[in-house]
T-cell receptor, first 112, second 115 residues
């Protein structure tokens, strides 16, 4: 079974600070996805990473993928309160059919 | 454009009762999925469908059934509700399965409590 682990599970950070969320997965894959979920809401797609070395940026968030290390990072630059949410990574491979395997999520709280 | 619509948004069931969670999408997506999200956890796939008339089990299918008679609709049936099925259920769709331009579109979720 493909396993996806995120750390940290909980993150409290001050506005203006930088931090990185890590997503490790257990099998070969070059397809990784990041989602954001606000409390009580659905999941919103943030990034789709499809090759080793892929990097995507949107505002204060930047995601990267290292398929050799089976690792993706979500870097937060100069955090603002609006980034408070839970962030999930998900992985799929040609060997798992049409299934996404989700990490347990990182709950981010940005403190003013 | 409504996207993926789930009903109901909230429901309380008694043990042993049955219910159907409805999911409809208007994007002409071939692939549809049902996930459950337990508190503080990620999402786990219950069932999925790659087109009308075709369904398959995901990671946690026990206690659930699905059907896909049309492209638009993918209802999830709970026959004998158990407390372990207390969860938030998300329906999602995508055009050609997970891939570069077709990540999932999620519905708003159904919060189910079994007492």
């Amino acid at each position: 079974e493909l396993k996806v682990e995120q750390n940290p599970l909980f993150l409290s950070m001050q506005e203006g600070k930088n931090y990185t969320i890590y997503c490790n997965y257990s099998t070969t894959s070059d397809r990784l996805y990041w989602y954001r979920q606000d409390p009580g809401k659905s999941l919103e797609s943030l990034f789709v990473l499809l090759s080793n070395g892929a990097v995507k940026q949107e505002g204060r968030l930047m995601a990267s993928l290292d398929t050799k290390a089976r690792l993706s990072t979500l870097h937060i630059t100069a955090a603002v309160h609006d980034l408070s949410a839970t962030y999930f990574c998900a992985v799929d491979t040609p060997y798992t059919g049409n299934q996404f395997y989700f990490g347990t999520g990182t709950s981010l709280t940005v403190i003013p | 454009n409504a996207g993926v619509t789930q009903t109901p948004k909230f429901r309380i069931l008694k043990i042993g009762q049955s219910m159907t969670l409805q999911c409809t999408q208007d994007m002409n997506h071939n692939y549809m999925y049902w996930y459950r999200q337990d508190p503080g956890m990620g999402l786990k796939l219950i069932y999925y469908s790659v087109g009308a008339g075709i369904t398959d089990k995901g990671e946690v299918p026990n206690g659930y059934n699905v059907s896909r008679s049309t492209t638009e609709d993918f209802p999830l049936r709970l026959e004998l509700a158990a407390p372990s099925q207390t969860s938030v259920y998300f329906c999602a769709s995508s055009y050609e399965g997970p891939g570069p331009n077709y990540g999932y579109t999620f519905g708003s979720g159904t919060r189910l409590t079994v007492v």
